[in-house]
């Protein structure tokens, strides 16, 4: 009865340390650093964007060192998350040289094009939004991770946070008035000005015209139609809590690399007559990308389906060994039941358990009518002379 339960043990134990290992995975896997690049410490990080504006086609090239964008991936997701939005400042690096030499370049292409400073806004605006959106834990391992400006650069990813972080950073060193607002679920910009079109908040007196940084032909005072009506909070930035990296530890002394450490692609962005129409006052897009909120749950059987279905696969093993063991078991004890009932009836001392036994062993051809006066023997009813002394029968 024992034997059984012993054969099946390495095997539950087995099931058990692979569920272990299966489910330990993405729970372990969050500590790691992110790593949404793998880049050789001696190169740059070419990237080109491209977007559209005032009826033109947009490019721009940039090649970013690897060795500033490796020092802010180096600040851990536990010291991000801990950042509230009131603090988001710490993320908007202003004092970045390579970030400045980049403004820079926008504003020496707006003035060129004869741009205003709401045009700029625009224009640097679209720019941003043609960044690929997405969540933060369907392009990292972790579930919120805010970026720096660089980062969203070289990842050429990120959500609302990541995008907003970015689009304030660069008007700020372009000298223009911002503010963080918060509709619900959401993060964008406010730019400082009077007198514009659309949507604006008041924050100390002041009007900031709502700037959406998600969702591709939005300008700034265009406010998404889901946020119509509704209210949101406004957040200043601080931008003497922001985060400065060591420039020294940061950028060796490498003359080899195509771009200084501070500078990046010196030809300004350059443009192209854009064949296909491009909106002038209405978005192209209904609403922006807002940021879904998901269960955690959901998020890791997305992220891992092969974990998963190899999860539920060995589940229903174990279960399936674990109700075969069972079933094995009771089989086991109903025999043994039955083995010790039947020993109990045959050494019953009960008379008619006793002549029962007789009576299902007794030879049915001899009536018990006609006996044997000499011998008492039992004889058949047309017997004439006794079958066991020989004597007859009157």
Same mark, same amino acid.
């Given at each position: 009865?024992?034997?059984?339960?012993?054969?099946?043990?390495?095997?539950?134990?087995?099931?058990?340390?692979?569920?272990?290992?299966?489910?330990?995975?993405? +729970?372990?896997?969050?500590?790691?650093?992110?790593?949404?690049?793998?880049?050789?410490?001696?190169?740059?990080?070419?990237?080109?964007?491209?977007?559209?504006?005032?009826?033109?086609?947009? %490019?721009?090239?940039?090649?970013?060192?690897?060795?500033?964008?490796?020092?802010?991936?180096?600040?851990?997701?536990?010291?991000?998350?801990?950042?509230?939005?009131?603090?988001?400042?710490?993320?908007? %690096?202003?004092?970045?040289?390579?970030?400045?030499?980049?403004?820079?370049?926008?504003?020496?292409?707006?003035?060129?094009? $004869?741009?205003?400073?709401?045009?700029?806004?625009?224009?640097?605006?679209?720019?941003?939004?043609?960044?690929?959106?997405?969540?933060?834990?369907?392009?990292?391992?972790?579930?919120?991770?805010?970026?720096?400006?660089?980062?969203?650069?070289?990842?050429?990813?990120?959500?609302?946070?990541?995008?907003?972080?970015?689009?304030?950073?660069?008007?700020?060193?372009?000298?223009? $008035?911002?503010?963080?607002?918060?509709?619900?679920?959401?993060?964008?910009?406010?730019?400082?000005?009077?007198?514009?079109? $659309?949507?604006?908040?008041?924050?100390?007196?002041?009007?900031?015209?709502?700037?959406?940084?998600?969702?591709?032909?939005?300008?700034?005072?265009?406010?998404?139609?889901?946020?119509?009506?509704?209210?949101?909070?406004?957040?200043?930035?601080?931008?003497?809590?922001?985060?400065?990296?060591?420039?020294?530890?940061?950028?060796?002394?490498?003359?080899?690399? %195509?771009?200084?450490?501070?500078?990046?692609?010196? #030809?300004?962005?350059?443009? #192209?007559?854009?064949?296909?129409?491009?909106?002038?006052?209405?978005?192209?897009?209904?609403?922006?990308?807002?940021?879904?909120?998901?269960?955690?749950?959901?998020?890791?059987?997305?992220?891992?389906?092969?974990?998963?279905?190899?999860?539920?696969?060995?589940? $229903?093993?174990?279960?399936?060994?674990? +109700?075969?063991?069972?079933?094995?078991?009771?089989?086991?004890?109903?025999?043994?039941?039955?083995?010790?009932?039947?020993?109990?009836?045959?050494?019953?001392?009960?008379?008619?358990?006793?002549?029962?036994?007789?009576?299902?062993?007794?030879?049915?051809?001899?009536?018990?009518?006609?006996?044997?006066?000499?011998?008492?023997?039992?004889?058949?009813?047309?017997?004439?002379?006794?079958?066991?002394?020989?004597?007859?029968?009157?």
């Amino acid at each position: 009865m024992i034997r059984p339960l012993l054969s099946h043990k390495p095997i539950s134990l087995l099931i058990f340390l692979g569920l272990l290992l299966l489910v330990s995975i993405p +729970i372990v896997r969050p500590f790691g650093m992110v790593n949404a690049q793998t880049i050789d410490q001696n190169q740059s990080c070419d990237r080109e964007f491209s977007w559209d504006y005032g009826g033109n086609h947009w %490019t721009w090239n940039l090649s970013i060192p690897t060795t500033l964008y490796n020092a802010y991936v180096a600040v851990p997701d536990s010291q991000r998350t801990q950042i509230q939005l009131s603090d988001f400042g710490f993320f908007t %690096t202003t004092n970045d040289q390579y970030l400045q030499v980049i403004a820079q370049k926008f504003n020496d292409t707006s003035t060129s094009n $004869g741009f205003n400073s709401q045009d700029e806004a625009n224009f640097v605006l679209a720019f941003v939004q043609s960044i690929p959106y997405k969540t933060d834990n369907a392009s990292t391992p972790y579930q919120v991770y805010p970026r720096f400006p660089i980062e969203t650069l070289v990842d050429d990813v990120g959500d609302c946070k990541s995008h907003s972080i970015l689009y304030s950073t660069l008007m700020l060193m372009l000298g223009d $008035g911002v503010v963080f607002i918060n509709p619900p679920d959401h993060l964008a910009v406010g730019i400082l000005g009077n007198n514009l079109q $659309g949507t604006y908040w008041t924050y100390n007196s002041q009007t900031y015209y709502y700037a959406e940084t998600t969702g591709v032909g939005f300008k700034v005072g265009d406010l998404p139609d889901e946020f119509q009506g509704k209210s949101a909070f406004v957040y200043p930035i601080d931008e003497s809590s922001q985060y400065v990296i060591d420039s020294q530890a940061s950028y060796p002394a490498a003359p080899d690399l %195509t771009y200084s450490p501070y500078t990046p692609d010196t #030809t300004l962005p350059t443009s #192209t007559p854009n064949s296909g129409s491009i909106p002038t006052a209405t978005p192209n897009i209904s609403q922006p990308k807002i940021e879904p909120v998901q269960p955690i749950s959901l998020n890791l059987i997305s992220d891992n389906p092969i974990p998963f279905v190899i999860i539920v696969i060995a589940i $229903g093993i174990s279960i399936a060994v674990t +109700i075969k063991t069972a079933t094995g078991v009771k089989k086991t004890k109903a025999y043994s039941q039955t083995v010790k009932n039947e020993s109990n009836i045959s050494q019953s001392d009960d008379p008619n358990a006793q002549e029962n036994k007789f009576d299902e062993t007794k030879d049915n051809s001899v009536e018990s009518g006609k006996f044997c006066i000499y011998c008492g023997s039992g004889n058949k009813s047309f017997a004439s002379y006794c079958e066991k002394c020989g004597k007859k029968i009157s």
